[in-house]
């Protein structure tokens, strides 16, 4: 179903994990340098010696170390938090910061295991000075297609994911709702203590469409 599918999938770095059985393309420096992650991927999914049950742990790691680089989680969590950003002093971003990377980090490590077969298609890339939109088209063993799109920007030399936007809805957008209901609701430290439990699932709901 389509739901299942993107509630499987939103995690971004999950969104990685998909970009691993795409055929390899040269559509421009910010698709590179994703390609470049996917082919480490792909090395290590095909490793059979950590396929085993005992090396299921080591198996993550390996993946976590080199799906890292190409997000920039700092960024990332200052867009998500949004205009509350500002109201933090440096050692509460910082905390943030840490916090919402283990955030993602578990939503990657809850979907290592979705892959079902799907393919994926770069359609194409769009680059304005520092930013740029890497396009994909992930296509199900039915048939069905998704869009799942990569937002970058240069850092330190190399594009960095700040955004991920599957069938149009923004990851950043959608957390940065979710993050500014607590606060309303609650306050930050209840957001805090929300997220370093675990407590907000993937973005897109069962149900929606």
């Known amino acids: 179903m389509k739901q299942e599918f993107l509630r499987k999938s939103w995690a971004p770095v999950a969104g990685i994990l ?32 950590l396929k085993t049950g005992g090396k299921k742990k080591e198996r993550l790691d390996q993946l976590r170390e080199v799906i ?47 892959y079902d077969g799907e393919k994926v298609v770069f359609t194409n890339e769009k680059q304005d000075q520092e930013y740029a939109e890497v396009n994909t088209k992930i296509v199900t063993k039915k048939g069905e297609e998704f869009s799942v799109n990569y937002k970058l920007h240069q850092a330190g030399g190399n594009w960095k994911v700040y955004d991920v936007v599957i069938e149009n809805i923004s990851l950043v957008n959608n957390y940065r709702s979710q993050f500014n209901r607590v606060i309303a609701k609650s306050s930050y430290k209840e957001l805090l203590r929300n997220m370093k439990e675990k407590r907000f699932g993937a973005p897109v709901k069962k149900g929606h469409t």
Request: hydrophobic share 40%.
């Open 68 to 114: 890292q680089p190409i997000f920039d989680f700092a960024e990332m969590a200052k867009r998500s938090l949004g205009a509350q950003w500002q109201r933090r002093n440096p050692e509460e971003q910082r905390e943030f910061v840490k916090v919402f990377t283990g955030l993602l980090e578990n939503a990657y490590l809850e979907s290592i295991d979705s």
């Open 18 to 49: 998909y970009l691993a059985i795409a055929l390899p393309v040269s559509a421009g420096p910010a698709t590179d340098q994703i390609q470049g992650t996917v082919e480490k991927v792909i090395s290590i999914l095909k490793d059979a010696q």
